[in-house]
């Protein structure tokens, strides 16, 4: 049985949160939440490729606690179709997501029957996820009240129940407010976990421009409700372009996404250039002869054979190519850079 729950971002402070909890000789789970919107598990959403590339269990193992992974990606993506408190500078829901996360973080509580739940949060340290008023209505909306802990801010904030109730001690937790990291690498350097970090929030799709201008287009072009998992899926990889407004086509920027392509889009056309090395290119949503050749001439200026005066290029779906046709490598950046999206 566990006393407390420590939600983990992948960053610095949720881990020195739980080093922290460890102190006091309690028993914590790490939890980590799988939301479908992370870098963290770039390229597949198995769990255990994450572990992988990142040893986010081998982080835990050299810390010292167990780890709970939990995927949540349905609920996450329904929620960020519409945030209730609104996007950020991108499509960054920040507040319905640090709300979720901790509604998530609530359930394997009960669970687990543990008495309460911390995160690595500091009051001050981000404009906007974390001002202390924020704070409370993430505590409020996630049904956590009193039972929500964040022991890096915690003698900033007003005690909590295990606190109050003897099973933290307060005194022993700290009380770090504003911007300067200075007292967390303090606590890092003590505690030898400088070097565990893999990241935090900056792992987050949602704060990165190209990736949220994509799923803008997705927005408008699809409409969020008929948008699917592979679109989803398809919005990490390649180059994207806009062909028409049934028309999207995504050529791979090297030997990795082309695999990863070929992989994800088994089942979806694509074109790829005859007797000459280069991209791949996918086929998502309807066309008429006149994009081919557009999505051809894209194609072509991604192959080594750019500089031709023209190329073969070839219509293939399920392994059977269904034609072949010439087109002419398309040689304006700007023409490019006005489809790319
Ligand atoms: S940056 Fe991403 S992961 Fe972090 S709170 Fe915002 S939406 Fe959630």
New binding site residues.
Partial sequence: MYDGIGLISGGLDSLLAIRLMMEQNLNILGLLID?G??SLFKGEEKLNAYSKRLSIHKIAEKVGFPLKIVSIHDEYWEMVKYPRYGY?KHL???LD??ILMLKTAGRVMREEKASFVFTGEVIGQRPN?QLSHQLKISERESGLEGRLLRPLSAKCLPPTIPEKEGLVDRTRLEGIKGRSRKRQMELANQWGLMDLSVGG?AN?F??DKGYTSRMKDLFHVKGKESITPLDRALLRVGRHFRLSDTLKFIVSRNEEEHETLLKMAAHMPRLECKDVIGAIGVLSGTYIDQDLQRAGEILGRYSKGRDRDSLIVMLKKDEKTLKEFQVRPEKNQAALKALMI
């Fill in positions: 939301t919107f992370s950020g960054n829901p920040c997501c640090r996820s929030g987050c949602l704060i």
